[in-house]
């Protein structure tokens, strides 16, 4: 069995699992805006202004600290970085790449690098001690941590970053949970343990299993409440660590009890029903609450090491792959990848050369950008086959791929086309823009949900090009080409023209006008088609390109055969933009008012299908007539492309700055017609779909990893990125729209503050079924209103899918997976049963079954499927891939789970041992540790590394130092550090060619730094300085006082005088 360890045993012992999660840190949401603590954990006396800690704060704080470490020792590509104490995420981003870049896809990938950590916390990982250092299971859940490590290094070096994310997330989880578990803190540790997660570093001074480690609470017999000092004093003092016991704890399906007779910690809380079961109480510090942590007043501290602890590893990972590969797989990059799918079959001979002078122009504007795309990715398919796949970050090498290729072969009308999509996902970063060209219909729809759910998780949006036939009236049976001056009548088969009939009436029956000229007997053709040597094609339905493109958040885009050349214009230019206006399948005359806020640097209008009419206006008046190819209609305005079935134009506002506000598009469109309009702007919003999950004793809000389900209590949390930098006046609302721009639920901000993030109630069940975007609108800091709509579309699903063990799959070449997948009934509208039609695939067409395709379950109902999946013998080890599972219910709904899967190598191949090292020397710096005489000097330290096994591959220093050139396999290496006594210390990373990790820490000395002052002499100066104050006030006044009486004194003795003299 290739699949780890912990997938053995019965699937019914699944369900025991995910009863009772188990975790430390919460992961998010636990206190809302407007609902306030929906769990029902804090106290009703908490402070509410009290700074609380989930994994979500945690991570984005350390990762705060190491891009801003990024920025400063890495200069942007244009202008400087100049770092203020106190940035936040989105303000050093726009410092360093411009305050007209969206951080959108780097926010994105830091939200998704927290709902992995918040994972951690529900179904069977929750609930093992081993994913969170619980139950004294360290050095297991050390294990776990080395052993995850390469995967996550390969993964980001095999670009696959989304598995990366969440690998890292599940052990940026463990991590950050060792300080809230265990008694770390309580030990009297100022800093974070930085072995923990490093491959050959054990964790010493464990307690033995026959220790105590906690004696009762005092102040609650219930074992509820505070419990500050309920470790025993022996512990404390041999050092040695522990972490409590949950009642909801299992390790394989089996259940880890609390050892009777021997006084160990719980891990405490209300929900843990071990506090009562030997020494009462607990010693978890994951909120500062009494009421759910009992060591509560050691929250802030067990957060500010997690905090340091997440920055080392980070940093660690940042030097095994390198700067440039850290920055893209956490999305810092302004302009997103664009990927190229090409049909390379006889008929396409026309869209390959015209890509071919595409990427000739890619490779001229990429000299010349500051930002250009951060990769190329191109897949070719043909029939039988698909890929390979080009990636680079260099566009010349798609151009030499594209050059070598010729048009050729094919033979039926349908191609492969699902199958390049999903090759060509599995590899793109998220963000990426996708382009589809060809001509033919889909030959393997079964893979369209596949596609979709892929396209969704990566935010990934698809264009699909067709160059269609003539006379096929293509996807709705509107592209009639001019008329042809020679003809010839081919003559069909029978069965040929019976085919045709067929899908004609399958046409007609999804509304689609399909043009007849004579009859099923012949068509007409072109010499052209003639001379293509294309076999004659059947009529299909297009309609899934349209579909992939609506629900990614695209358009499909026709094109005449001699047009080409102009409509692959639009793979050119691209940048992240927001959505602010979109609407598909328009049939009728439009006028939509366009809101242009001051945030907008430039937008771009695209508008699909036949039009007899177009006009853009702006505010001031100015008319642009989209169906005339005119550069010079107005200062910038520039034409994308021109096609008669696609307009698509760009304004740039920086040169209209008179123009903010409402722009008018008005458009007649002759038949089917969609229109997008999108902005560069770094204002964009972010709609997640969050579920509390409250059966567990670690509560927090989890992620819908796809649609949102109709039963489900959900939360929307809608980001606005930019927040930071934007200076919004305020939001007004959210509202929910279908594709035909009709409102159809109304969400309103609880406080119109701009917020970067804010959790509405989504009341789920009074939503009608069908699709929906999310619209955000407001005012900006000018007054301008603006509006923002999100790009893909969300459904109502009546399912939810999972995988129990958690998503992270593992195995060897050759190896059979058996992978439990969870399907639920969520439909709680109908209390009959509901069936489901399930099925499994991968992204590199390995096989994959299931033992039951089709389910019929009842209202809540679950049950528990087996995925079989077997790795190809011929797979490299450390490369990766994609399972993913869709369901479609009666209703037609369709709900969609993935997991991620590393080949790793066979266990006696596999390379382990991490890298060695031994300081040779070392030049001391006593006498020059102070502040004033530090940099009066350098130190110096000679080290070698060995390597015993695949070689060392990378070395990376804190802070960072030259590094020797050496040559990747290297066994051995030797290399000389050196750094002003201002730095004292310096951590050296190794890592071998299988990514194992090796840390050597040379300590020089400490600078001696006058002490800070601690909290307790602060307050007393601040007493002291009040008193002082006081008593000079209370001086001054007296003497003000006396002053007066005397002077009134005086004046009384005057007016005497004279009176007592008359006397």
């Not at 997660?197 to 299993?209: E, F, K």
């Not at 394989?252 to 405490?268: D, L, N, T, W």
């Not at 629900?551 to 050119?572: F, L, N, W």
């Not at 009419?613 to 190819?629: E, H, Y």
Request: proline content about 5%; glycine content about 8%.
């Amino acid at each position: 069995m290739g699949r780890r360890g912990r997938n053995s045993g019965p699937l019914g012992l699944l369900l025991l699992a995910l009863a009772a999660p188990s975790a430390a840190f919460l992961g998010r949401g636990t206190l809302l805006e407007r609902e306030g603590d929906i769990f029902g954990i804090y106290c009703d006396e908490f402070d509410r202004g009290t700074r609380v800690w989930h994994h979500r704060e945690i991570t984005r704080e350390a990762v705060r600290r190491v891009i801003v470490d990024h920025f400063r020792t890495v200069p942007p590509a244009k202008g400087g970085y100049n770092h203020r104490d106190g940035m936040t995420l989105e303000e050093a981003y726009a410092e360093y790449f411009g305050t007209e870049s969206s951080p959108k896809p780097f926010l994105s990938a830091v939200a998704s690098l927290v709902d992995a950590a918040a994972e951690a916390d529900a179904g069977f990982l929750g609930s093992d001690p081993r994913y969170h250092f619980g139950s004294e299971r360290f050095s297991e859940s050390q294990q776990i941590l080395t052993g995850r490590w390469p995967r996550i290094v390969k993964a980001i070096q095999a670009g696959d970053y989304s598995a990366a994310i969440y690998m890292l997330g599940l052990s940026l989880s463990a991590i950050q949970d060792f300080y809230s578990y265990s008694n770390w803190v309580e030990l009297g540790n100022e800093e974070f343990n930085p072995d923990v997660g490093i491959s050959g570093l054990a964790l010493s001074d464990v307690a033995d299993p026959q220790d105590g480690t906690c004696k009762d609470c005092s102040t609650d017999a219930s074992g509820v409440g505070a419990c500050p000092n309920n470790l025993l004093q022996d512990i404390l003092d041999a050092g040695k660590l522990t972490s409590g016991y949950n009642d909801g704890d299992a390790v394989a399906g089996r259940r880890v009890e609390k050892p009777r007779g021997i006084a160990k910690c719980s891990h405490g809380g209300s929900r843990d029903k071990s506090r009562n079961t030997g020494a009462r109480g607990g010693i978890n510090k994951e909120l500062p609450t009494a009421c759910f942590s009992p060591h509560h007043q050691l929250h802030e501290k067990a957060a500010q090491q997690a905090i340091q602890a997440t920055e080392y590893y980070l940093t660690l990972v940042r030097g095994a792959v390198g700067d440039d590969l850290f920055v893209r797989f956490l999305g810092l990059y302004p302009t997103p990848a664009l990927v190229l799918v090409l049909d390379t079959t006889d008929s396409m001979d026309k869209e390959l050369a015209a890509l071919v002078h595409t990427a000739s122009r890619l490779v001229q504007q990429h000299a010349s950008a500051t930002y250009p795309p951060a990769e190329y990715l191109f897949v070719p398919f043909n029939d039988p086959t698909y890929g390979p796949v080009t990636r680079s970050q260099r566009p010349d090498e798609i151009y030499q791929a594209l050059t070598a290729l010729r048009a050729m072969g094919g033979g039926d009308e349908a191609e492969l086309s699902m199958s390049a999509l999903r090759l060509a996902l599995h590899h793109a970063p998220p963000h990426a823009h996708v382009f589809l060209f060809t001509d033919a219909s889909v030959k393997d729809p079964e893979l369209f949900d596949a596609v979709v759910g892929l396209a969704h998780t990566k935010s990934i949006k698809v264009t699909p090009v067709l160059t269609m036939p003539i006379d096929y009236g293509g996807i709705s049976g509107r592209m009639l080409l001019p008329e042809i001056e020679e003809e010839e009548n081919v003559m069909l088969s029978d069965a040929a023209a019976n085919d045709i009939a067929e899908v004609m009436a399958e046409g007609e029956m999804e509304g689609n006008a399909v043009s007849q000229r004579r009859g099923f007997g012949s068509i007409r053709r072109s010499k052209r088609a003639v001379r293509t040597a294309r076999p004659r094609r059947q009529l299909r339905s297009f309609s899934k390109y349209a579909e992939l493109a609506e629900r990614t958040g695209s358009q499909v885009v026709e094109s005449p055969g001699d047009r080409v050349e102009e409509t692959a214009k639009i793979v050119e230019g691209a940048a992240k933009q927001a959505v602010l206006w979109k609407d598909i399948g328009v049939t009728s005359s439009q006028r939509i008012k366009v809101p242009i806020d001051s945030l907008i640097i430039g937008f771009e209008v695209s508008v699909t299908g036949r039009l007899s009419s177009a006009v853009l206006t702006s505010p001031s008046g100015s008319r642009f007539d989209l169906l005339a190819r005119n550069n010079n209609a107005g200062r910038g305005y520039a034409v994308v492309a021109f096609t008669p079935y696609l307009a698509r134009v760009r304004v740039d506002m920086t040169q209209r700055p008179n123009d903010v506000g409402e722009w008018t598009l008005q458009f007649n469109p002759s038949d089917e017609s969609s229109v997008i309009i999108s902005a560069r702007t770094p204002m964009d919003i972010m709609p997640t779909f969050y579920t509390p999950d409250t059966s567990g004793n670690h509560p927090s809000l989890q992620r819908v990893a796809d649609q949102p389900s109709r039963s489900s209590d959900t939360y929307l949390d809608v980001v606005i990125t930019g927040v930071d930098t934007s200076n919004l006046r305020r939001v007004d609302r959210a509202y929910l729209k279908d594709s035909a721009g009709r409102e159809l639920l109304n969400l309103d901000f609880p406080i119109k503050s701009p917020r970067r993030n804010t959790y509405l109630k989504f009341p789920s069940r009074n939503l009608q079924a069908g699709r929906f975007t999310v619209v955000v609108t407001g005012v900006d800091g000018s007054g301008r209103s603006f509006r923002r709509e999100s790009g893909a579309q969300w459904d109502l699903v009546d399912s939810l899918l999972g995988f129990p063990l958690g998503r992270e799959v593992w195995g060897s070449p050759g190896d059979s997976l058996r992978i439990p997948v969870v399907i639920t009934n969520t439909n709680a509208d109908n209390i009959a049963q509901s069936t489901y039609f399930v099925s499994a695939y991968d992204a590199l067409g390995s096989t994959v079954s299931l033992d039951q395709k089709r389910v019929t379950l009842g209202r809540n109902e679950s049950v528990v499927l087996t995925v079989t999946m077997v790795m190809a013998s011929s797979a490299l080890p450390y490369t990766t891939n994609t399972l993913i599972v869709t369901a479609i219910s009666n209703r037609g709904d369709t709900s969609h789970t993935q997991a991620h899967l590393s080949v790793v190598p066979k266990a006696f191949l596999a390379d382990s041992t991490p890298p060695t090292c031994q300081v040779l020397s070392k030049t001391p710096c006593t006498g020059y540790l102070t502040p004033e005489t530090c940099n009066q000097r350098y130190w110096q330290t000679n080290v070698r590394f060995w390597d015993a096994g695949s070689g060392i591959f990378q070395v990376s220093t804190s802070p960072p130092s030259d590094i020797p050139i050496f040559v990747s396999g290297t066994h051995q290496l030797s290399m000389t550090y050196e750094a002003l006594c201002c730095n004292p210390m310096v951590t050296i990373s190794v890592y071998d060619t299988a990514a194992n990790l090796g840390v050597c820490n040379v300590d020089n000395g400490s600078l001696e730094v006058e002490p800070l002052l601690n909290t307790g002499e602060i307050a007393g100066i601040v007493v002291g300085a009040v008193v002082l104050l006081l008593l000079l006030i209370l001086l001054v006044v007296g003497i003000v006082i006396r002053r007066r009486r005397t002077r009134t004194e005086d004046v009384t003795l005057r007016r005497r005088g004279p009176h007592n003299s008359d006397e």
